[in-house]
């Protein structure tokens, strides 16, 4: 259970061991948000789903329940597309919203996405009356994990009692984990300019069909590539280079370019409606699995993974 909101943005970690210490850190926390007559909303892995449903019983029915492993399975949507999606459908109310998006089947090519969606809410909800909930594991999930979770959350429940972070430091987790990433040197790249636009787009998907990627996931990536392509050559100095491959059941197209992204929520924030342009990394990211991004003074890279 936490404290009334004394703030306007409120982002503290549960951290739970075993089911009763779950529910006991989650259910308070929706039924205080309903009598307050508040909007609820629960994001979480499907398994979990099922027992907070069952720990609600009638009260379920009033509160929006999502499956993280669908709607959170790339870390870079879950702003947007959840967390945004749903605390702006109720302007005029405060809103409760309950997101676990580390869970112990995470990879660790996902986890450095993860650790920075978890820092990035900060930035991307100050202001707002909104209280975000973010259960973690203690028992499933490595201690690194756990420390991070200190740096990325203002305040942490552990135990049934909660405490300021003594290591709060959001910013500091989005730069360790800008971690760069080494060319593949064996998928052949192709470089492209303003003129090979479509021939670098013709490039990802003949190569991506080799890899069994077909239907509307191989149009989902033609059109990340289109989209990642083009910002080359708009804002990445005119140029880039384009690489796909096979990875684990996965295919990973990725960009390279000599760009600087400056902002930590580029691709993460929700674009307004009346807004000309300025959506391709949002795309990106609503249509991919994984999203990993290292970006700095030589430039950026891109690289998205597609399941098969």
């Known amino acids: 259970m936490t404290a009334p909101a004394t703030e306007s943005f409120v982002h503290p970690a549960l951290f739970y061991r075993g089911e009763e210490e779950y529910v006991d850190g989650t259910v308070p926390f929706v039924r205080e948000g309903l009598e307050a007559g508040e909007p609820v909303a629960v994001a979480v892995p499907g398994p979990k789903l099922g027992v907070l449903r069952k720990a609600l019983g009638a009260a379920a029915a009033e509160v929006r329940l999502i499956d993280m492993t669908q709607a959170g399975r790339n870390p870079g949507r879950i702003i947007p597309r959840v967390l945004r999606g749903f605390a702006d459908a109720h302007p005029e109310k405060r809103v409760r919203i309950i997101g676990e998006p580390i869970w112990p089947d995470r ?151 000599r760009g600087y992204l400056k902002d930590p929520l580029a691709g993460r924030r929700p674009s307004p409606p009346a807004q000309l342009g300025g959506r391709g990394l949002l795309l990106v990211n609503f249509l991919t699995d994984l999203v990993r991004i290292h970006t700095g003074p030589d430039g950026t890279v891109v690289r998205c993974y597609v399941d098969v």
Request: proline share 5%.
């Open 107 to 257: 990879t660790g090519v996902e986890y450095p996405a993860c650790a920075q969606h978890e820092a990035l809410i900060n930035s991307a909800f100050e202001g707002r009356d909104v209280t975000i909930l973010c259960p973690y594991d203690a028992e499933g999930l490595d201690e690194q994990t756990l420390t991070d979770a200190y740096a990325t959350h203002p305040v942490v429940i552990s135990g049934g009692r909660q405490q300021r972070s003594p290591s709060y430091a959001p910013e500091l987790v989005v730069e360790r984990y800008n971690e760069p990433l080494e060319i593949m040197e064996a998928a052949e790249g192709y470089v492209f300019g303003a003129d090979e636009l479509p021939t670098a787009r013709y490039f990802v998907v003949e190569r991506a069909e080799r890899l069994g990627l077909s239907g509307l996931r191989l149009e989902d990536l033609a059109l990340v590539a289109a989209e990642l392509t083009t910002n080359s050559v708009v804002h990445g100095g005119g140029s880039g280079t384009v690489r796909v491959w096979g990875e684990g059941g996965q295919v990973v197209c990725e960009v390279r370019d």
